[in-house]
């Protein structure tokens, strides 16, 4: 009796583990950006609840942190099995060190250019590579806070001498034309990048991104007098070089400054922080081509995927960045921007009609995207040497274009 | 008397430590010490380069710059931590009501994390919404300053901002070190005619030697170390203005990919740090 009991005892103890081995779960390991933390965080509880035989660990970074994690990461060979990253050089570095899944072949084969727009397949194809699942594709505009520009009798600019006068109207009201912020320099960057645009044109900027031409020529020369002549007339907070970019949004909602640069996605950040997105307006920074700058999102894939984790992955990713699961009560972080099925909520009154004016006018890539990370930190270190006057606009363009040499002869 | 066996066991005992010493410590200082002679930056895309790495840094003006800042920050800190922090632990190692309050009160600030104190000066420095710029509004001065943002003010605004966690742990070692002085030999100092400064100087200074070399070579590696204040409050500008060799030396490394050139910045730290705090911690122990 006792050794029977003893066979049942060893056997029920044995099942379990015979379950487990016989329906193996397939485990992924995800980083993700902080901002999407309320959403996802809900999101995957509700997937894992419907899929028990997969295990996912979410693990959330702020912008900065995240570059700098995954980049320690991939070099101690150590990085997720999933992780979120931008387009452009910050996502085609693991793109170029082989630590990325060529999704091409994939993506052939389960329908993505259906289940994608082409833009947002473009900006995740990296080195001939589709490099990730695409979540977002963001246009940058310019928003408004109308009862400031009525208050100043400023009228939406359409030309950049309006823009100017409208700049010129506001500072005599007292009111700072642009809310902006140095620290980090990519808030910044916005503008500086528009006045490039503006006085280059669309084909010697596509060309100055690239860095197939100098960046030492009259042009950027003259965008970079333009940017310190905005900086001397006040047209940027005071102190906005080390200013966080995070306090930028109060000082639109405090009509101290009026315009601010930012993607579509600025209706949600304003119906989040609780202020009403009936009392801003958006225009496109009137460069002369009509052209917005862009940037895509996306989840990278580790190279090292088996092939049930690479079907778990696209179906839970599909999942969270659904046009559903963006509408849903948990959405409100959510803007999967580049699934063809993608409907703006209603209560995002601008954000469509940002996203379509992008589409429609033409874009070029955001320039810290475009350029190489120790490139755009001499470009934000020359907007800040600009804006205190140690160098001029000549020698501003000159330190970019040696960074240019420097990267290019280390390549 | 020590028995013979008891070798063995001391290094058995020590055998833990040792291996976490070693694999923790002695193990990264040898491979960034041999990530310094390669180049590339990529993962796989290294190249042997020898010395270059260490010539290029002696070429690089804002790696010099940044190494311009932490010496400075070092005087400061030497200066004015230093006093500030005698200052305090001399006065609250007096007999006063509420004297163990005002110890909590001025230990506080160093259990909050650097980055969170970057924060809540940033807000102290905002130019139109800080406290400082809205203090001297509001008695009249006309003292309105871009604090942070200006290349001549960026570097010391963060030093004051750090001052205000940096005191607490000196001031407790001192208040330590005090507080071991016997109270004969401050009476028999008096006795002999000894009071006020030259008391200070001549009885309570000497017998705070050991405390000093403490503190001193604590507040200079960290002095050295400086990173977290900076990033939080300019992230090394305006221009570079704030760059400090932690700093750039990070940048360089996990912004950058430069594995190599950043880990010569690290072993040129530390080898500053071996050239000043060795020499210094050598000279005061000699005769304890």
Redesign the interface.
Known sequence: MKKLLCLALTMSMLVPCMSVKGEEAVKLTFWTHSGMRDSIDPLTENYLAEHPDIQIEVSYFGTDSI??SL??A??SETLPDLWFNWGGNLGG?YV??D?TYDLTEYANTHGWDEKFNKGALNLCTLEGKLSGFPTSVNMMTMYYKKSVFERCGVEVPTTFEELEAACEKLKENGVVPFATA???GWHLMRIVEQLVENYAGASLHDELQQMNTSWDCEEVINAFAKYQEWCNKGYF????????PD?TLMMLAME?AAIYPEVQSFDNTVINNELDVEEYGWFAFPNGTGRVSSFGDMVQFNANLTDAQLASADDYLSYIFSNESANSEYGAHLAPTSRSDYRFPDAQPHAAEVFSYGSGSGSFTITDQAF???VA?VL???Q??L??G??TPEEAAKALEAAVQEYLA?? | MQSKHSEPAAILFLLPAGIIYVSAILFPIAYSLYLSLF???????WEFCGMQNYVKLLQDKVFLLSLRNSVIWMMLTLVFTTSFSLLLALILNRRFFGRTFFRGLFYFPTVIAMIAVAIIW?WI????LGFINQFSKAVGLNFSQ??????KS?LIACFVAAQWTAVGQPMILFLAGLQGISEDVIEAARIDGAKGLKLFFSITIPLLKNTFVVVLSTLMIGALKIFDIIVG???G????ASQVIASYMY?QT??????GYGASIACFMVLIMLIIIVPYVSFMARDT
């Not at chain 1, 907070?237 to 966080?244: C, D, K, L």
């Open positions: 570059k700098d980049k320690v991939a070099s570095y170029k060190n630590c140095g620290l980090y907070p005071e102190g906005f070089i080390t200013s966080n306090d101290e190489p990370t120790e930190d934000f270190s020359m800040e040497a804006s205190t140690e160098v280390l390549k | 180049t590339g930056s990529g993962i796989n895309n940033r420095y905002h130019p139109n871009t604090w942070l943002s200006n290349p960026s409050l300019t992230d500008g305006p221009n570079n940048s996990f912004e950058y990919s430069h594995w």
